[in-house]
């Protein structure tokens, strides 16, 4: 109850209520080309941002379906990143020249908690696919800590870690081979 307090009085004291109508459909659909658009500039925007956040954490099912979408799309990017970076033959330890991605001008800070919360899904999404495609985990921290505090980077990559193992463990569930026999 505490985070949701928080998350309410930051999106107030920023104000700037968000205009569901412009970015998303009645049911909270992000259905057009034009409310793509206005739905990533509301993210970008730290009031309007925070107020959707508290919204979908009320339970609002307009906010909740926009806020699904948004974490569905800041997924994709971060997946989409390690692609390129895999594409550009870049697997070193290395943010310059072709294998450099800007985050300095990041546009969404962790230190709000629907900021935090975007971050994070990017940052797994990001975490997870560079480990997949072998990309070091010296690149993957170094963009991390761009957008991350150092603990939510370290926690993001150790969970990326953890279900690259968990992935090539064999499932305890699952039944025995049914293989025929030579």
């Known amino acids: ?9 930051i ?3 920023l104000g700037g209520a968000p ?7 009645p049911d909270g659909k992000i ?4 409310q793509a658009y206005l739905a990533r500039q509301m993210a970008v925007d730290a009031a309007q941002r925070e107020a ?3 919204d979908a954490m009320k339970g609002d099912p307009r906010a909740v379906r926009v806020w699904q979408q948004l974490e569905d799309w800041y997924a994709e990017s971060g997946r989409t990143k390690t692609w390129l970076y895999v594409d550009r033959g870049c697997r070193r330890n290395t943010l310059s020249s072709s294998c450099s991605w800007r985050m300095d001008n990041w546009p969404i800070r962790p230190d709000t908690p629907g900021g935090r919360r975007l971050n994070l899904v990017f940052g797994t999404a990001l975490a997870t696919s560079g480990l997949e495609r072998k990309i070091s ?3 993957l ?3 991390l800590v761009r957008i991350l505090d150092k603990e939510d980077a370290a926690m993001v990559l150790r969970e990326a870690e953890a279900a690259k193992v968990d992935h090539l463990a ?3 569930n699952a039944p025995p081979s049914r293989a025929p026999k030579p």
Do not use: I, K, N
Not at 3 to 9: C, E, G, S, T, W
Not at 19 to 25: L, P, V
């Open 1 to 9: 109850m505490d985070a949701l307090f928080r998350v309410m009085a």
């Open 11 to 13: 999106a107030w004291a």
């Open 19 to 25: 205009d569901y109508d412009a970015f998303s459909e």
């Open 31 to 34: 259905s057009t080309e034009r």
């Open 52 to 54: 959707v956040y508290a």
């Open 137 to 139: 985990t010296g690149w």
């Open 141 to 143: 921290t170094a963009v």
């Open 170 to 172: 064999p499932d305890a």
